[in-house]
């Protein structure tokens, strides 16, 4: 098996301190943590971004002031900067305008779904739009699916050309409304995969761990992180996102599993390829 892609998703836009006192909001926290997790064995963070009341945001100077401070201390971590945070509360502008600062990996949630009690949505124009412009400021997506019809819908866009290859999937399962956290599903969305694909697993909850293990053993590569699950074990809460990646990184060698790097994972997920070919 290849080496082992490690994500940490440090905040998400849902999990709040009145939930957890551990999760990171503000830009300096964000940025320590990202460094924390990357010292952990993280290849690539996942970034939301807050506002003063800790509500999401979009605003591309905190995105690039997380990034900077990262950068600063000398950790080379892929930044993945999310487009999906405010869906359904900003505009698709405001969504889109954070990849015009071009960060190496940005978030492309491949169509609406039902989530939990509200609706996240994903316009195939505001899709469409948003490929073009990662494609003209060199950014490579993160094709996150959440069901199959997402899955079907990328395939319509990497056929029209609107998304490139190589390509990079992240399945997001056991959201209320999407795909099921099961084996199964797993097996089925990754045989449905499209050629010059990539793929890793995350899911929700109590699901997390089991799913990230099904990853590892079926060679995927997994994501963890306070966004998208608080506990350790048990009614237990992780006390950092840190945490949980040390935990994936200790199974990884259990399976004999290496840890990729992030200058490994840039060149798995193609991050220099589509940089040298669009210089």
């Given at each position: 098996?290849?080496?082992?892609?490690?994500?940490?998703?440090?905040?998400?836009?849902?999990?709040?301190?009145?939930?957890?006192?551990?999760?990171?909001?503000?830009?300096?926290?964000?940025?320590?943590?990202?460094?924390?997790?990357?010292?952990?064995?993280?290849?690539?963070?996942?970034?939301?971004?807050?506002?003063e009341h800790e509500q999401v945001s979009c605003d591309a100077d905190r995105y690039q002031k997380v990034t900077d401070l990262v950068q600063a201390t000398g950790c080379d971590v892929i930044m993945n900067w999310s487009?999906?945070?405010?869906?359904?509360?900003?505009?698709?502008?405001?969504?889109?305008?954070?990849?015009?600062?071009?960060?190496?990996?940005?978030?492309?949630?491949?169509?609406?779904?039902?989530?939990?009690?509200?609706?996240?949505?994903?316009?195939?124009?505001?899709?469409?739009?948003?490929?073009?412009?990662?494609?003209?400021?060199?950014?490579?997506?993160?094709?996150?699916?959440?069901?199959?019809?997402?899955?079907?819908?990328?395939?319509?866009?990497?056929?029209?050309?609107?998304?490139?290859?190589?390509?990079?999937?992240?399945?997001?399962?056991?959201?209320?409304?999407?795909?099921?956290?099961?084996?199964?599903?797993?097996?089925?969305?990754?045989?449905?995969?499209?050629?010059?694909?990539?793929?890793?697993?995350?899911?929700?909850?109590?699901?997390?761990?089991?799913?990230?293990?099904?990853?590892?053993?079926?060679?995927?590569?997994?994501?963890?992180?306070?966004?998208?699950?608080?506990?350790?074990?048990?009614?237990?809460?992780?006390?950092?996102?840190?945490?949980?990646?040390?935990?994936?990184?200790?199974?990884?060698?259990?399976?004999?599993?290496?840890?990729?790097?992030?200058?490994?994972?840039?060149?798995?997920?193609?991050?220099?390829?589509?940089?040298?070919?669009?210089?």
């Open positions: 098996m290849e080496k082992l892609i490690i994500s940490a998703a440090t905040t998400g836009s849902k999990t709040m301190r009145s939930m957890t006192p551990y999760v990171p909001i503000t830009e300096e926290e964000i940025a320590q943590q990202a460094v924390d997790c990357w010292r952990a064995g993280a290849a690539i963070v996942h970034i939301h971004v807050r506002d487009t999906g945070g405010g869906a359904g509360v900003v505009t698709d502008e405001a969504r889109t305008a954070p990849v015009r600062l071009s960060p190496e990996v940005a978030s492309f949630d491949c169509g609406s779904t039902n989530f939990g009690d509200g609706v996240f949505i994903n316009s195939p124009r505001f899709l469409e739009n948003l490929a073009r412009e990662m494609d003209e400021h060199l950014v490579t997506p993160e094709i996150e699916i959440f069901d199959s019809g997402m899955l079907e819908y990328a395939r319509e866009l990497i056929d029209r050309g609107l998304l490139k290859a190589p390509h990079w999937f992240q399945f997001v399962l056991g959201v209320r409304g999407g795909a099921p956290a099961t084996a199964r599903e797993l097996c089925h969305l990754v045989g449905s995969l499209p050629p010059d694909s990539r793929w890793s697993v995350c899911a929700i909850g109590r699901h997390q761990l089991p799913m990230n293990m099904v990853g590892m053993a079926m060679g995927g590569h997994v994501r963890t992180g306070l966004e998208d699950n608080i506990y350790y074990g048990y009614r237990q809460l992780a006390t950092s996102n840190a945490q949980l990646v040390e935990r994936l990184a200790r199974l990884a060698g259990e399976m004999g599993r290496e840890i990729a790097s992030p200058a490994e994972a840039r060149e798995m997920i193609g991050v220099r390829a589509v940089r040298a070919g669009a210089a």
